[in-house]
Structures are given as structure tokens and as C-alpha cells.
């Protein structure tokens, strides 16, 4: 998928989804926002878009155990 045929909700979900994955092996913020930052900024969203959605990405999974 080209990020050019996403609209931005799309790169959000998608985003929190790949952070949310991420956590079931307990990734850490630090190795989430390096494996997932670059694709993430590449496909048009902003910095601060990128880091608040990995990390809730990332606790959603977490609180729910």
C-alpha cells in the first residue's frame, strides 16, 4: 500500500495497530518508535501525530492485561 492511497485516519490506525502489536511482546517506547517513526513520518504524518500514537499503541495492549 502506497501511503499516498491513505487518508490520515487510516495512517493513525494503522499506526496505533503496529504500536498496539508491538506491545503484546512487550516492546519497549524506545524500539516501537524506532522500528515504526520512520514509515510513520515518510507517510505524511507529523512528529508529535507519531509519538502519541504509538504510545497509546502501545498501553492500550498493555492496560488491558
Known amino acids: ?3 499516498s492511497d491513505l487518508n490520515t485516519g487510516d495512517r493513525h490506525r494503522l499506526l496505533f495497530a503496529a504500536a498496539a502489536n508491538l506491545a503484546e511482546y512487550d516492546c519497549s517506547f524506545e524500539l516501537a ?3 515504526l517513526s520512520e514509515a510513520a513520518l ?3 504524518l507529523p512528529p ?3 509519538r502519541r500514537q504509538i504510545e ?3 498501553n492500550h495492549n ?3 492485561q
Open 42 to 44: 515518510d507517510a505524511g
Open 48 to 50: 508529535s501525530d507519531v
Open 56 to 58: 497509546c499503541g502501545l
Open 1 to 3: 500500500v502506497c501511503s
Open 33 to 35: 518508535l524506532a522500528l
Open 62 to 64: 498493555r492496560g488491558a
